[in-house]
């Protein structure tokens, strides 16, 4: 019987002794969940955390290096519409003052005509104009071949200047368009470092912890692909229309050298009232 009573009483010690660690188990992970929510807590009481994730919200709580990069990427964006609004002005007005020239070139029937009707005009195809009545009054005693082959050579080199000058600013938009996209990304490289640094730092794995980093530094990328985007839709477009306004010099130029060439047929006579 004292045996029996013995072992009765060594099982129930063990079953208190094993309550007892079961129960301080669950303490203790109780405790560490308090621990690393009271961790989470002081983390986002520290301000470490920004409460607004609006696009100036996440501007103003981002590191400097990917504040640097966005309005670095805002100003890119700037430019791109300036070119475009300046150079839409400026293309605009060239291309219909060249249609007008180009269409009074057709009609007239010598280069005396020709350089009295435009000679004021001012635009490039005025200026092809005076360029070859300056070359037939220079080569006024010259044969009609030499003249033609100078006047040719005169009209080729203006034309390529006049295009080189209405290409200015598309540079520009070419360096943006193939840019901006990598400074953006390495804005989103910058910043998603820094929200990796901040999991370490305050020792949790709380997705509230790196999600307003991150979600600055995919900011950074959409504003990279903001300014990329329209500046490459814009050269595309004004490649087209700088080339068509190429070809319309080279109709003028045409234009030109067929009076030019009418003159050298009828004799000296035109040449001289040409250059007068």
């Known amino acids: ?45 520290t301000g470490l955390l920004p409460r607004d994730l609006s696009p100036w919200g ?56 020709a350089h009295e009707q435009i000679a004021d005009d001012g635009g490039p195809v005025a200026k092809l104009v005076n360029t070859a009545v300056l ?40 360096s943006i368009g193939a840019t901006a996209p990598f400074v ?20 949790t794995t709380n997705l509230a912890v790196v999600a307003p980093g991150i979600a600055e530094a995919l900011l950074a990328t959409a504003l990279g692909l903001f300014a990329a985007i329209p500046a490459v839709v814009i050269y595309n477009v004004f490649a087209r229309q700088i080339g068509g306004y190429r070809a319309l010099l080279a109709d003028a130029g045409a234009l030109v050298m067929r009076l030019v060439s009418r003159e050298c047929e009828r004799g000296s006579v035109s040449l001289a009232r040409a250059a007068e």
Request: no cysteine; charged share 15%; aromatic share 10%.
């Open 184 to 203: 953006g990304l390495f804005g989103t490289v910058w910043g998603i470092m820094n929200s990796f640094i901040g999991i370490s730092n305050a020792h």
């Open 135 to 174: 070359e037939v009054q220079l080569s006024a005693n010259a044969s009609a071949e030499g003249l033609k082959e100078r006047v040719s050579w005169l009209l080729e080199r203006f034309e390529l200047a006049a295009g080189r000058r209405m290409g200015r600013g598309m540079g520009i938009l070419a």
């Open 1 to 45: 019987m004292w045996n029996n009573s013995l072992r009765a009483g060594r099982r129930f010690a063990f079953g208190v002794a094993a309550a007892g660690f079961v129960g301080a188990i669950v303490l203790a992970g109780a405790g560490a969940a308090m621990a690393q929510t009271a961790a989470t807590d002081a983390v986002s009481a």
């Open 58 to 113: 996440m501007f103003r709580n981002a590191d400097i290096i990917v504040k640097l990069v966005m309005i670095g990427l805002v100003f890119a964006s700037i430019v791109t519409w300036t070119v475009w609004l300046a150079k839409t002005y400026e293309l605009w007005t060239a291309k219909r003052q060249a249609r007008a020239a180009v269409a009074l070139l057709a009609r007239v029937r010598s280069l005396a005509e």
